[in-house]
């Protein structure tokens, strides 16, 4: 095979679609791991309101916020099939004004009652971001799966990737829990496990989240997003998060995290107080120490890395996906994704 990714969580998925439209022969390999980032996320695309430091990770995620519109056209037009995604604005509720800020525009709190009535008392005001928004990323994960099958990619699921093989500075071959695999080139998508492969320092960083069923569709008019972010779908599904837990691989839903998302909520919200909480679940957002992304070349001439999206790779997918598939193509990797490499932690890196 021309090239396999391993992982197919929302990068890795994203990359074999993009290669695909390009005449690539793409295999996936996934385990299927519980607590897939891909699965757990909210799904909003919020450079602004999540506020990524300026420079070269805010430009990325607005480049790839720009490209969401007709990244997400050309997949419904190739399955027929919804990604959910809504550019409904984010604001974000505030209790005190104490920073200014480019990227949003202020609302003071009578205006914020005509934009989202029902907000908490004790919000002084808040900040639109009226170009942000969201996706289902379920949906979208579901869509990609289906593009990049009728494009001919071919999928190895339930197949956990336990080693990698190298000969001098070429990848030989990947063992799995099932067999080994060859091809030509090899790209790390392996989200938060990537450091179960490489010495990468990628971190699992755990998310609890909820759902609640608003009475009636949508339950807001737009994502909010304060201490804790208030999702609503069209569906009249509200998905609430998340926690941010340094816990390791430790799976599953708590008392406290649950307990902390529906105060924060309700006080963010309070008419939801008495909504239908219908689903909980956790994932692990891939951190890494500088909280960009670790895209582009390796040691081994035959491995690219995609990892390390942290909080943003669902908003990052589009843009990850259009650099990898560049790069892959034999473009050079470009001066200003320096900052993304793995080198700028260091000088080695080892196959685990
Ligand atoms: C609670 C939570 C909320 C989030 N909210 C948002 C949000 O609102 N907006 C946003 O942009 N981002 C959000 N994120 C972040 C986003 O989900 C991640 O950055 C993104 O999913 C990372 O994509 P990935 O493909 O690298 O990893 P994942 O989506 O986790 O996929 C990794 C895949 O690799 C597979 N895999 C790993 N190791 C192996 C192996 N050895 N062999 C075989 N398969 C393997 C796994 O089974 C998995 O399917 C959130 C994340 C969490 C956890």
Not at 254 to 266: D, P
Request: aromatic share 8%.
């Amino acid at each position: 095979m021309d090239i396999l990714i391993i992982g197919g969580g929302i990068i890795g998925l994203s990359i074999a679609v993009e290669l695909a439209k390009t005449q690539r022969r793409v295999s996936i390999l996934d385990g299927g791991f519980p607590g897939t980032a891909a699965y757990a996320a909210a799904g909003m695309l919020a450079p602004g309101a999540e506020r990524l430091p300026p420079g070269g990770l805010r430009d990325l995620g607005q480049a790839s916020l720009a490209r969401y519109p007709a990244w997400i056209q050309d997949l419904e037009a190739r399955t027929g099939q919804s990604t959910g995604y809504w550019p409904c604005g984010i604001l974000a509720p505030v209790s005190e004004r104490t920073q200014s800020n480019p990227h949003g525009i202020w609302l003071d709190r009578a205006e914020l009652d005509q934009q989202q009535p029902g907000l908490g008392p004790h919000f002084q005001g808040a900040w639109w971001y009226p170009q942000e928004g969201q996706v289902d990323n379920r949906q979208l994960t579901q869509v990609l799966h289906q593009a990049a099958t009728s494009l001919g990619v071919e999928f190895f699921p339930q197949q956990t990737v336990v080693r990698l093989e190298a000969k001098n500075a070429t990848i030989q071959r990947v063992l799995t829990d099932v067999t080994s695999h060859q091809a030509d080139h090899y790209i790390l998508a392996a989200g938060a496990w990537a450091q179960k492969l490489l010495s990468l320092p990628v971190a699992p960083r755990k998310g609890q989240m909820l759902a609640l069923q608003a009475p009636h569709a949508p339950g807001l008019n737009q994502v909010v997003f304060a201490s804790a972010y208030l999702v609503p779908r069209r569906d009249g599904r509200l998905v609430v998060g998340a926690t941010s837990e340094d816990v390791g691989f430790q799976g599953g839903t708590t008392a406290g995290g649950i307990h902390t998302l529906l105060h924060e909520a309700i006080r963010t919200y309070p008419p939801l107080a008495p909504w239908p909480l219908v689903e909980t679940w956790w994932g692990y957002r891939p951190l890494t120490p500088d909280q960009a992304p670790i895209l582009g070349p390796s040691p081994w001439d035959n491995l690219t890395l995609a990892t390390g999206h942290y909080r943003n790779g669902i908003l990052l997918a589009p843009i990850t996906a259009e650099i990898i598939t560049q790069y892959l193509n034999g473009q050079p990797w470009p001066k200003e994704l320096a900052f993304c490499r793995w080198d700028r932690f260091g000088n080695h890196l080892a196959l685990q």
